[in-house]
Every structure is written in structure tokens, then in C-alpha cells.
Nanobody, 121 residues
Framework: QVQLVESGGGLVQPGGSLRLSCAAS????????MGWYRQAPGKQREWVAT???????NYADSVKGRFTISRDNAKNTVYLQMNTLKPEDTAVYYC???????????????WGQGTQVTVSS
């Protein structure tokens, strides 16, 4: 069984920063792409950022230049550094990863349980 556990959410004032973490645990052979999504109240879940195993990154236009995704392959962990936060960044942030559980099994997609980020004065 594989679990993704996020941490680091909270309440922050506009212009502030937060760092999210997501650790994968369980029966893991290898992890391919890892990423972050978010879902604001009344809206569909949207993609935020992705990082490949080799460190290549992509960002949604709405967060480009403010958010930085990174990962520690030795710890099976992905991070999201969020700077210059805006009220419209308020959402539940979800971690996502493509994981091989064994050398012979295909990649499966996994989600974390989500962590709340609220940007408000």
C-alpha cells in the first residue's frame, strides 16, 4: 500500500509564504512525476505544478514566478514553496504522484488527502 501525506498548510496573510511537503511511504519501487493540485471552494481541482524525477519543472501561469516545486528523491518527498501569496491562492492543496510499487507493476497514480491553505488578512 502507498500513502501520500501532505503537511505545511495553514493561515497566512497576503504577501506571506508557506512551504508544503508531501511524503510518499509504503511499498515503493520508484516514483516518476510528482505534482501539486489545488481546489478552491466551489471550483474544480486545478493543476499547480509538476516535477519530473530528473528535476524538470512546469507551472501553471497563475503561480509562475511565485511558487517553486522541488523534490528529494532519497526521501520520496515533494515540496511546494509558495511566496507572495494572494487571497485567490486559498484552496485545499493536493499532492499527486505516479508510483511503481514493484519492478514489474505499471505506474499507478496516487493522491494525498489534502492540506488547507488560507490566505487572508
Amino acid at each position: 500500500q502507498v500513502q501520500l501525506v501532505e503537511s505545511g498548510g495553514g493561515l497566512v496573510q497576503p504577501g506571506g509564504s508557506l512551504r508544503l511537503s508531501c511524503a510518499a511511504s509504503g511499498s515503493i519501487f520508484s516514483i516518476d512525476d510528482m505534482g501539486w493540485y489545488r481546489q478552491a471552494p466551489g471550483k474544480q481541482r486545478e493543476w499547480v505544478a509538476t516535477i519530473t524525477r530528473g528535476g524538470g519543472t512546469n507551472y501553471a501561469d497563475s503561480v509562475k514566478g511565485r511558487f517553486t516545486i522541488s523534490r528529494d528523491n532519497a526521501k520520496n518527498t515533494v515540496y511546494l514553496q509558495m511566496n507572495t501569496l494572494k487571497p485567490e491562492d486559498t484552496a485545499v492543496y493536493y499532492c499527486n504522484a505516479n508510483i511503481k510499487r514493484t519492478i514489474v507493476t505499471p505506474l499507478d497514480n496516487y493522491w494525498g488527502q489534502g492540506t488547507q491553505v488560507t490566505v487572508s488578512s
